[in-house]
């Protein structure tokens, strides 16, 4: 034997009792195992314990992959067989030095990397145990995080878990348990966990919080609120299929840590076993009672194990009654702790593994302070100075596991992400991760490309594998194609009747185009008319209007004439003269103003006209509207408004036309009291005897025609205007119908292009 196999031996009656001796009896036990040494059943019980250990891998699987969905099963199926890998490989090469190798300062192993079996079977063993064990911390991690991180971050953070952060916290808890001496720092403290409530659980627990932080939620599982989504298994049968194996699995865990073949194993077994019981009773009556009203299958069996973990700190020095307790208390800090992640924390843990190992890892490490057996007490050691030295046990753990890992995921996440992408996350990590498929993804797949199709035929159909679910649902998919199929053609003839009406539409829309140029190549015209006319009497307007300008100016000189003959008799016969030749010349120009006024009202005939075309033009456009039913409402409302606009438009003509009869009336009485009032000068020329008294009468009576003829003079403005502005608006009118008449085409054409469209 080397010389190691008195210090290996030493560990057998310390672990066996669950707490630490003082120097002399570690002096006493050694001696006593250098003389006997482990018997060839130690042997045996310790690899069975090992193998119980290392099938609760096969129990994480089971219970990761039935919480996650479908889609991301085989990826944390993956991780699970690859962290235990890397754990191993880590564990062999550095971990293990570090955990038991020669202490340096209480802090870490100085030992013992990568070491050679050789002739010491002890070591075999013991290294087979804790081998089992790192694998345990490493894969609590793979569930929390599970369905969205990516593959090579996880394997960094088993790595880093397995190689660095649960080696260096075991040497503190634990590292004397191979070479002897005072171990670690926490060891040397008093501090209390016979097979890892902290050193395995919560470690693994704080590793997955870290990860939780830095990873972030699914896509979906909070909503914009901040409230949780719940995402429900995809298979509780795996879920309990697993907790069964954990619960198996975990009689190795804490009986094998006696490591050593003894009658301390029946009673670690039992409180074990009553702790996991009681603590999927108080998750189940929790939630049986609680908000649901129904008990919760996983919070069940997250009860379960979570009295499992925290059993497993002191399965060796509790008795049966402080076993049970810890397993409700277990129970109750995995339901509240759920919570509290969820609600408060808002962070998505698909397994519970931060409630579970974590929270309740923590918790039965210092239940051992409150519920340890006198008797298991080490010398000079109370309830309560023990409760300390454990609550600084499982600071440190905390401060130390969550640490590490925060900054590595942080540090890590500078250079590569940490998560997949949201369209990687929505396929699933069986696919984007590995590639992997099976019956169900290709169901989906198929199911994907019916979604995407825009033809149904016999292409989309599927195999069918008779006697299992996913044949059922194939069948059932085979059986909606072949609906959609029929439904599809009868869609299909329906479209082709449609397309038929369709083309008549568009032959009509062809017609009806060609009619709606014709009639508003016909507006043009008439607007083009309709501007030489302005033109034309915009010019005759500007002869009038100087005509009648002439004529104020003309009377008013004949009245001043007439006040310059009162005053000068002597001058009578020049300014009687005068007066004639003003009259005269105010007649013609009042006879202009009246042929004037009769080529207005040729105007006034020519606008009449312009608006009965206008009303023929509004008719058709009725007619063409009703021939295109519903598509042509629009443009039978624009129709009725030219008709609308051509009613108008004949009424100011015949409004001007009759102002035009007023004033021509008006005219001809101007030219009758002008007529007399030369009348009254050849009077006054023939009789100057009376010539004072007729230039008077003359003038008074060239005053009240002055007058009159400044009335009509304003009159004949006010109409010039009003018919100036009744042809604009005439012209506008008619660019405004020829506008609409276009957009209501357009929009008949769009409505049909609009129908084509898919």
Not at 207 to 232: E, Q, S, T, W
Not at 379 to 406: K, M, N, P, R
Not at 520 to 541: H, P
Request: overall charge negative.
């Amino acid at each position: 034997m080397s010389r190691r196999m008195p210090w290996s031996l030493a560990l057998l009656l310390p672990l066996v009792c669950g707490s630490l001796v003082a120097a002399q009896e570690r002096e006493d036990v050694v001696q006593l195992a250098a003389q006997n040494g482990p018997t060839p059943l130690d042997y045996v019980w310790i690899l069975v314990a090992a193998a119980l250990v290392f099938l609760m891998q096969a129990g994480f699987m089971c219970l990761e992959c039935g919480m996650a969905r479908a889609k991301n099963s085989i990826n944390v199926a993956v991780k699970n067989v690859a962290d235990f890998l890397i754990a191993v490989i880590a564990f062999w090469l550095f971990g293990f030095g570090l955990m038991f190798g020669a202490s340096w300062y209480g802090l870490v192993g100085t030992s013992d990397f990568a070491f050679s079996v050789g002739e010491n079977p002890w070591l075999a063993l013991f290294f087979l145990f804790q081998a089992v064990f790192c694998g345990t911390a490493a894969t609590i991690d793979s569930g929390a995080v599970a369905e969205r991180t990516r593959f090579v971050t996880y394997l960094v953070m088993s790595l880093v878990c397995s190689a660095l952060i649960y080696p260096i916290f075991g040497h503190w808890a634990w590292g004397s348990f191979f070479h002897g001496g005072a171990g670690g720092w926490l060891e040397q403290l008093g501090f209390i966990d016979f097979a890892g409530s902290t050193v395995v659980h919560s470690i693994g627990g704080w590793v997955a919080l870290a990860g939780l932080i830095c990873i972030g939620p699914r896509i979906g599982r909070f909503d914009k609120d901040g409230a949780p989504r719940k995402i429900p298994p995809h298979n509780l049968l795996l879920v309990f299929l697993g907790t069964f194996i954990l619960f198996f699995g975990w009689f190795g865990f804490n009986c094998g840590s006696t490591l050593a073949a003894t009658t301390d194993v029946a009673p670690i077994a039992v409180n074990t076993l009553l702790a996991a019981c009681f603590g999927g009773l108080a998750t189940s009556l929790l939630t049986w009672f609680g908000p649901t009203k129904r008990p919760e299958p996983d919070m069940i069996a997250n009860g379960v194990l979570g009295g499992l973990v925290g059993i497993t700190a002191g399965c060796a020095s509790v008795d049966t009654m402080g076993a049970a307790a810890i397993g409700v208390g277990a129970g109750l800090v995995v339901y509240f702790g759920t919570l509290f992640l969820e609600h408060l924390l808002q962070l998505d843990d698909v397994v519970g593994a931060v409630p579970v190992h974590g929270f309740c890892g923590a918790f039965g490490t210092l239940a051992v302070a409150i519920f340890i057996e006198t008797d298991n007490l080490p010398e000079g050691i109370t309830h309560l100075s023990l409760l300390q030295t454990q609550a600084i046990g499982v600071g440190a753990g905390f401060l130390w596991s969550f640490g590490v890992t925060f900054v590595l995921l942080k540090t890590l996440s500078l250079f590569m992400p940490l998560r997949v992408s949201e369209e990687e996350e929505r396929i699933g990590l069986n696919v984007a991760e590995h590639g992997a498929v099976s019956t169900l993804l290709e169901l989906a797949e198929a199911m994907q490309r019916a979604t995407e199709a825009k033809t149904y035929d016999g292409s989309l159909l599927v195999d069918v594998e008779h006697g299992t679910e996913v044949g059922d649902l194939a069948r059932c998919y085979n059986d909606l194609i072949n609906t959609i199929r029929y439904e599809h053609s009868s869609a299909q003839n329906a479209m082709r009747h449609l397309e038929q009406q369709r083309s008549r539409i568009k032959t009509g829309l062809r017609s009806y185009q060609s009619s709606v140029e014709q009639n508003v190549a016909v507006i043009q015209s008439q607007n083009e008319e309709i501007e030489r006319v302005l033109k034309i009497s915009s010019q005759r307007s500007q002869q009038v209007t100087g005509s009648v300008r002439a004529v104020f100016e003309q009377i008013d000189g004949l009245v001043k004439s007439l006040r310059d003959v009162a005053q000068h008799s002597d001058q009578s016969r020049q300014a009687t003269d005068l007066g004639l030749t003003h009259s005269t010349e105010g007649q013609q120009t009042v006879k202009k103003l009246d042929r004037s006024a009769a080529e207005i009202e040729a105007v006034l005939a020519l606008i009449d006209d312009i608006a009965e075309q206008t009303n023929l033009l509004a008719l058709n456009a009725t007619i063409e509207a009703a021939r295109a039913g519903d598509a042509g409402k629009g443009f039978a409302v624009v129709a009725a408004e030219v008709k609308t606009l051509a009613s108008q438009s004949s009424e100011s003509a015949r409004q001007i036309s009759n102002r035009i009869v007023t004033i021509q009336g008006d005219s001809r009485g101007a030219v009758r009291k002008i007529g007399e009032t030369l009348e009254v000068i050849r009077q006054v020329s023939d009789i100057s005897t009376q010539m004072g008294q007729s230039i008077r009468l003359s003038m008074e009576e060239h005053e009240r025609a002055s007058s009159d003829i400044h009335v009509i003079g304003d009159d004949v403005v006010q109409m010039i205007e009003e018919m100036m502005k009744g042809l604009s608006e005439v012209r506008s009118g008619t660019a405004e119908i020829a506008a609409r008449v276009r957009q209501s085409y357009e929009d008949l054409e769009g409505v049909l292009a609009d129908s084509d469209a898919p």
